[in-house]
């Protein structure tokens, strides 16, 4: 059993430590770096999806006001390592995708940069591009990336199921839309680190060591040359969870122009070809059953897209292989390797747009034998992880279905669809179940000073908004037995100890059990009376419970929908979750990730589409004016609440994620409830009132 403290702090729910900061507008962010005489970078991108730039003609621009230089294949310094094709930029002519870096500008201000920018000449040799996403493709593949593609128990087609289902549901191109874009300021100094040079990056990164081993590879540089800075993050949501191209294109630029710190922004334009994107699916999901509602099949089959120059792996078929209790069950991934960006990480990769048609298909599989959709998941809770075979070390995915339905007032539902038509709005109900791995990574270290009579812990952890600045504080402070006003944490440098990416649902469960070791060695070498100068240092240590239990948060989404009779607008007057996370370490920081999380599913649910026109390869609602985004007024009743669960092993805290979770289920339980109101079974998302109407 994973050794625990006593939460004092823990479990409280102080203010953030950083909201003052944000809310008057003092907190420096990437692109607000204190840095002197900045200069600023723009790109330029290619503008169509496959071939050579055979002319990247700098003359006019280079002769516009205010211009230090303009970075082309023809003049951009040669990389060091190009292995990974996404950082190979500028080193030849070849286009990949639409939106490509085919050049970069570099000037005085930022007007001069981008009006410069426009005045660079760039002619093609255009390809045809190959963007058809379809399952239907004869060159699908299984994807390397994923841990394993397929997986087989026992015999679906072989299976004596009673009723079957047999549906395909899609999910589209989706788009991380943080607040604050990405952005890199970099300054190159040729004296710095004993004469070597030294590269100092302020970005906006959920992982500061992640960008610095990223960039000094690429460069050729060691690592100890490379600084970066990253305090504060105006959300992230998985897409500055890796670095895409704008720290190494900002470390090019300065390179070029050295002593100048070198500002440089994607625009909100930019972002959906360069920051990556959640792949579109299409998952057929076949499910069988006896006629009490047990199930004795499970197959998901998956197909996606990735690039052709790079390859990622959503895994949506990932949670059918654990969900739900099944003799025999299939998950397949195949994908798609198109002249298109380059997918990446996005909220809940994997389980995210892996839980839509699985709990869709649970739902229409409830109504097909009479059953309640709640009663139909409980018929078929595993007593074991299907796909290990290990026990849970917690699994109350049933107390969450319980409470919600409670609070939600689930008993009084109707089950018949499109009968409740109330001036002139159809109304209905729908649940969705979800759940996410809970895991801690095996990279991190922790140290604790005294301090001007105070203990600092630092660790070079990232606040994407989640909080950290605040949580790490209480965790110290427990781990130490000190009053929480006598902490201060120190994050968000690659100055202080190594930190693995806030990524994953997996931050406070590292870093956390990296400040508890670390506050035992302190304790351990200097009592409880230590002074200022003592030090102590930890690494997260390994977790021997995960290799002898399946581990994973879970929850219940409820959804209450109106649908217009005429014209199909949907209203959402309630969404209701209830979650089992372990123990909460802040409950206004934890109620606030839920819920963001389900309004980030809502949004799938019924907003959020990347319109891809093949024709030209590129997304054409590239903004926040055409690609929606969930606003206040879409839902009227939010809320997020959890069940009092006690984990000793995933641990020190026993805390399990909450980043992620929130948007799992979120929109099967939307959908479910559309179905409910209208009668009408969407299975592509995002549902639009076109689909709904006669």
């Known amino acids: 059993m994973t050794e625990t403290f006593t939460p004092r702090a823990v479990g409280t729910a102080p203010e953030r430590r950083d909201g003052a900061q944000k809310v008057r507008g003092t907190a420096p962010?990437?692109?607000?770096?204190?840095?002197?005489?900045?200069?600023?970078?723009?790109?330029?991108?290619?503008?169509?999806?496959?071939?050579?730039?055979?002319?990247?003609?700098?003359?006019?621009?280079?002769?516009?006001?205010?211009?230090?230089?303009?970075?082309?294949?023809?003049?951009?310094?040669?990389?060091?390592?190009?292995?990974?094709?996404?950082?190979?930029?500028?080193?030849?002519?070849?286009?990949?995708?639409?939106?490509?870096?085919?050049?970069?500008?570099?000037?005085?201000?930022?007007?001069?940069?981008?009006?410069?920018?426009?005045?660079?000449?760039?002619?093609?040799?255009?390809?045809?591009?190959?963007?058809?996403?379809?399952?239907?493709?004869?060159?699908?593949?299984?994807p390397e990336q994923a841990d394993p593609a397929d997986t087989v128990q026992g015999d679906v087609d072989a299976a004596p199921s009673a009723v079957t289902l047999d549906r395909t549901y899609t999910t589209p191109w989706e788009h991380n839309n943080p607040m604050e874009p990405h952005a890199t300021t970099a300054l190159w100094e040729p004296t710095g680190h004993g004469g070597a040079g030294s590269l100092t990056l302020w970005d906006s990164t959920q992982g500061v060591h992640t960008v610095r081993d990223t960039v000094s590879t690429v460069l050729g540089l060691d690592p100890g040359q490379v600084r970066v800075v990253c305090p504060y993050v105006g959300g992230g949501f998985g897409s500055k969870g890796v670095p895409h191209q704008n720290p190494v294109v900002a470390a090019m630029a300065a390179r070029?122009?050295?002593?100048?710190?070198?500002?440089?922004?994607?625009?909100?334009?930019?972002?959906?070809?360069?920051?990556?994107?959640?792949?579109?699916?299409?998952?057929?999901?076949?499910?069988?059953?006896?006629?009490?509602?047990?199930?004795?099949?499970?197959?998901?089959?998956?197909v996606e897209q990735t690039s052709r120059i790079k390859e990622f792996a959503e895994q949506s078929g990932g949670p059918a292989r654990s969900m739900y209790a099944a003799p025999n069950r299939r998950v397949t991934h195949r994908t798609a390797a198109l002249d298109v960006p380059i997918p990446s990480w996005m909220r809940a990769p994997g389980e995210c747009p892996g839980m839509f048609g699985p709990e869709v298909a649970m739902d229409e599989l409830a109504h097909e034998l009479g059953i309640d959709p709640i009663e139909l998941r409980e018929r078929n809770e595993p007593t074991t992880d299907p796909q290990t075979g290990l026990p849970y070390s917690s699994r109350n995915v049933i107390a969450c279905l319980h409470r919600g339905a409670e609070e939600f007032g689930w008993a009084a539902r109707d089950p018949r669809p499109a009968t409740r038509l109330h001036g002139g709005w159809w109304r209905g109900t729908g649940v969705a179940a979800s759940m996410y791995p809970t895991a801690r990574m095996p990279t991190s270290e922790v140290e604790i000073a005294r301090e001007g009579g105070r203990y600092v812990a630092r660790i070079g952890a990232a606040d994407l908004?989640?909080?950290?600045?605040?949580?790490?504080?209480?965790?110290?402070?427990?781990?130490?037995?000190?009053?929480?006003?006598?902490?201060?944490?120190?994050?968000?440098?690659?100055?202080?100890?190594?930190?693995?990416?806030?990524?994953?649902?997996?931050?406070?469960?590292?870093?956390?059990?990296?400040?508890?070791?670390?506050?035992?060695?302190?304790?351990?070498?200097?009592?409880?009376?230590?002074?200022?100068?003592?030090?102590?240092?930890?690494?997260?240590?390994?977790?021997?419970?995960?290799?002898?239990?399946?581990?994973?948060?879970?929850?219940?989404?409820?959804?209450?929908?109106?649908?217009?009779?005429?014209?199909?607008?949907?209203?959402?007057?309630?969404?209701?979750?209830?979650?089992?996370?372990?123990?909460?370490?802040?409950?206004?920081?934890?109620?606030?990730?839920?819920?963001?999380?389900?309004?980030?599913?809502?949004?799938?649910?019924?907003?959020?589409?990347?319109?891809?026109?093949?024709?030209?390869?590129?997304?054409?609602?590239?903004?926040?004016?055409?690609?929606?985004?969930?606003?206040?007024?879409?839902?009227?009743?939010?809320?997020?609440?959890?069940?009092?669960?006690?984990?000793?092993?995933?641990?020190?805290?026993?805390?399990?994620?909450?980043?992620?979770?929130?948007?799992?289920?979120?929109?099967?339980?939307?959908?479910?409830?559309v179905w409910h109101a209208t009668g009408v079974r969407v299975r592509d998302l995002p549902i639009t009132l076109d689909a709904l109407l006669p």
């Open 29 to 142: 962010y990437a692109d607000d770096s204190p840095v002197e005489n900045p200069v600023w970078c723009r790109i330029v991108q290619a503008s169509v999806a496959r071939g050579r730039a055979t002319r990247v003609d700098p003359a006019v621009a280079e002769t516009a006001d205010g211009v230090l230089t303009v970075l082309t294949p023809a003049n951009a310094e040669r990389l060091a390592d190009t292995s990974d094709a996404e950082y190979a930029i500028l080193q030849d002519d070849a286009v990949h995708f639409r939106g490509q870096v085919v050049a970069a500008v570099v000037a005085e201000t930022f007007e001069q940069a981008c009006y410069a920018a426009d005045l660079v000449d760039v002619g093609y040799d255009a390809q045809r591009a190959d963007t058809r996403f379809a399952a239907d493709r004869d060159d699908l593949y299984p």
């Open 256 to 302: 070029a122009v050295p002593g100048r710190p070198v500002r440089l922004a994607l625009t909100r334009q930019q972002m959906f070809a360069l920051a990556g994107y959640r792949t579109p699916t299409i998952q057929r999901v076949r499910l069988g059953a006896d006629r009490t509602g047990r199930l004795d099949a499970i197959a998901v089959d998956v």
């Open 465 to 673: 908004g989640t909080g950290t600045w605040t949580s790490l504080a209480q965790i110290t402070a427990d781990a130490l037995g000190v009053p929480l006003d006598e902490v201060d944490v120190r994050i968000g440098d690659t100055a202080y100890p190594t930190a693995s990416v806030a990524g994953g649902s997996t931050g406070t469960a590292t870093w956390g059990s990296a400040v508890v070791a670390a506050a035992r060695e302190f304790r351990a070498k200097y009592g409880d009376a230590p002074a200022d100068g003592d030090t102590a240092r930890a690494e997260v240590p390994a977790n021997d419970a995960a290799d002898r239990y399946a581990m994973s948060a879970f929850g219940a989404q409820f959804a209450e929908v109106a649908v217009h009779a005429d014209t199909g607008e949907i209203r959402v007057p309630r969404l209701y979750g209830t979650f089992a996370v372990g123990r909460v370490i802040n409950p206004r920081l934890a109620r606030s990730q839920l819920t963001g999380g389900m309004t980030m599913g809502l949004g799938m649910a019924l907003h959020e589409h990347g319109v891809f026109d093949p024709r030209t390869g590129h997304v054409v609602n590239h903004d926040l004016a055409e690609y929606h985004v969930p606003a206040h007024a879409d839902v009227a009743d939010l809320r997020a609440d959890w069940i009092d669960e006690h984990d000793p092993y995933v641990n020190p805290m026993g805390a399990k994620g909450v980043g992620e979770i929130g948007i799992v289920g979120t929109a099967a339980a939307v959908a479910n409830a």
